[in-house]
């Protein structure tokens, strides 16, 4: 049973970056499509950037523009967002997700429906 556990969140300042990590137990890592989410206080949890099983072309929700980047190191079981230029609507919990339920899938997944593992969350707070 695969599990997901990350890390790296924090206070900043606007403009400033953060990198977030994603830690995976399980022999089947490379073979799920990952995704970040992240929830703001009183909204839905919302996509953020995927990524699918080889590493191939991630995408990203429109509001990134550019400003974070989404990668993986399947040997070790890891998913990284690299985020710059951060601003203060950023701030929120940030979860990373696996879909375990169609391995070597190369599907763009974009809502919460389409993962099925979750992590426990890492704050991010961006001040103004």
């Known amino acids: 049973q695969v599990q997901l556990v990350e890390s790296g969140g924090g206070l900043v300042q606007a403009g400033g970056s953060l990198r977030l990590s994603c830690a995976a137990s399980?022999?089947?890592?490379?073979?799920?499509?990952m995704g970040w989410f992240r929830q703001a206080p009183g909204k839905e949890r919302e996509f953020v950037a995927g990524i699918n099983w080889s590493g191939g072309i991630p995408y990203y929700a429109d509001f990134v523009q550019g400003r974070f980047t989404i990668s993986r190191d399947n040997p070790k079981r890891t998913m990284d967002l690299e985020m710059n230029s951060l601003k203060p609507e950023d701030t929120a919990v940030y979860y990373c997700?696996?879909?375990?339920?169609?391995?070597?899938?190369?599907?763009?997944?974009?809502?919460?429906?389409?993962?099925?593992?979750w992590g426990q969350g890492t704050q991010v707070t961006v001040s103004s």
């Open positions: 997700a696996a879909d375990k339920n169609f391995p070597l899938s190369s599907r763009n997944l974009f809502t919460v429906s389409d993962y099925d593992v």
């Open positions: 399980g022999r089947s890592f490379s073979a799920y499509h």
